[in-house]
């Protein structure tokens, strides 16, 4: 009986399947990660993506970076020391480089909070600002993009000379992919700006790994373009959180040089639909609440045939992750429901993963693992296992022929091809 360890929070879960049932293990092949990320940072601000001047500071004497909060995990560790380095070998001083997270409509985080993102000496020598997309007196104007988004940005972020945007290039389950300007012209917008880019959301081009044709992500683009973003410095992480690739340059520059990659470090072939996907995020934090949880729905859903069922084992520390997203939920008593009314009251961030989740649970099975109580997982109009083989034996008590499984240990950051 084959033992399958999933990650799970902190830690892990384990399930034995019997010997009878096939397991495919579906994730991409083995990328191996950067010996010396350091180094290799290093040389990506060296030698930057698209046209920018090798002296791209210029006579700058302000910075503003804006990084990303504790709900998705990014090595600042690595990425920032050489970026400072480089922004102060060109005459900007510590004290004219600030940090801005970038919590998008995610509650902002708190100064206590700051160590588990940012490392001691960072926290001590540069100013760090927490964004607040609610707060209309720290937003600037910049107009609207061509689809009709109006864009509202952190007024003191645009106050910089220089404008940085830092975190993780990789897929993302319907802006197509994470990166470049995305930290930033997302993550310090105002809610109005973010909630009318999102709209497109139920486009069906806003999907996992498009780029050009995704109207949200170039959507995005304009934003970036309006906001004015030097360089994007950027990681392409593998599924298990090592750093294959490190780039910095033009945000679209980099996009077109990164993307490749991507697909080359995430991406899988499949050749066939499952009538059961067990798929866990990745572990913490991409399984910190269900908010970040259901990106992993998204893709296992993609291997899973109609009627099939999803096992998603997900810890959920904090919850659903989302008080607007569980006070819309109030009163709904079905998947077709939630998707009726989330036309008729148009998009709002936070229902918009109600609707997300919905669109997958009338076409296959949900069954949850996590740390959140019953009622909670009722209140999602999903149905919770105490335990991943509990979850499991009651597949197979709902498909006792069941002859093969696929496993998805890291659903997060995984893009299967389906044929």
């Known amino acids: ?7 799970y929070g902190q830690s892990s879960l384990d399930l034995f399947v019997p010997d009878e049932i096939a397991v495919d293990v579906i994730e991409p092949s083995k990328t191996d990660p950067l010996m010396d990320p350091l180094h290799a940072a290093e040389i990506a601000l060296r030698n930057l993506s698209g046209s920018l001047d090798p002296d791209w500071t210029g006579n700058a004497r302000s910075a503003a970076i804006a990084i990303n909060d504790k709900t998705r995990p990014v090595a600042h560790d690595i990425l920032l020391p050489p970026l400072l380095d480089y922004l102060q070998r060109s005459g ?67 106050a910089s000379d220089l404008r940085i945007s830092v975190g993780n290039l990789e897929p993302h389950h319907f802006m197509g992919y994470s990166g470049g300007v ?20 139920s486009h069906p081009m806003s999907k996992t790994a498009i780029y050009d044709e995704n109207p949200m992500r170039q959507d995005l683009e304009e934003i970036g373009d309006k906001i004015g973003i030097h360089i994007a410095l950027n990681a392409i992480p593998t599924p298990k959180k090592q750093i294959a690739y490190i780039l910095a340059g033009e945000p679209r520059a980099l996009m077109r040089e990164g993307i490749p990659l991507v697909r080359r470090v995430c991406q899988v072939q499949v050749g066939q639909l499952y009538d059961l996907v067990v798929a866990a995020p990745g572990g913490h934090p991409k399984d910190i609440n269900f908010y970040q949880a259901q990106k992993a729905l998204t893709h296992a859903a993609m291997l899973t045939k109609t009627g099939g069922t999803v096992i998603l084992a997900a810890a959920c520390p904090e919850g659903i992750g989302s008080a607007g997203y569980a006070q819309w939920m109030v009163g709904m008593s079905s998947h077709p429901q939630v998707i009726e009314r989330f036309h008729q009251d148009g998009f709002r961030v936070g229902p918009h993963k109600a609707f997300l989740v919905a669109r997958d649970a009338v076409r296959v ?3 949850l693992v996590s740390g959140m109580t019953k009622p909670v997982v009722d209140s999602l ?30 659903g997060t950051t995984t893009v299967p091809l389906i044929p």
């Open 92 to 158: 900007i001083r510590a004290e004219e480089i600030t940090f801005f997270i970038a919590n998008g409509t995610h509650i902002p985080m708190e100064p206590d909070e700051f160590p588990t993102i940012l490392p001691p000496n960072i926290l001590q020598t540069y100013p760090v600002i927490s964004h607040n997309s609610d707060d209309e007196q720290d937003l600037r104007y910049l107009g609207e993009t061509s689809r009709g988004t109006p864009i509202w940005v952190n007024r003191r972020f645009l």
């Open 381 to 410: 109009l999903l149905a919770q296992a105490p335990s991943l083989q509990a979850a499991f034996q009651q597949a197979l008590d709902t498909n006792p022929i069941l002859d093969r499984i696929a496993i998805l240990p890291a």
């Open 1 to 7: 009986m084959p033992t399958i360890s999933l990650p």
């Open 365 to 367: 099975h949900v069954l």
């Open 182 to 201: 995305k930290t930033a012209a997302i993550g310090l917008a105002g809610r109005q700006t973010i909630n009318r880019n999102h709209a497109w959301l």
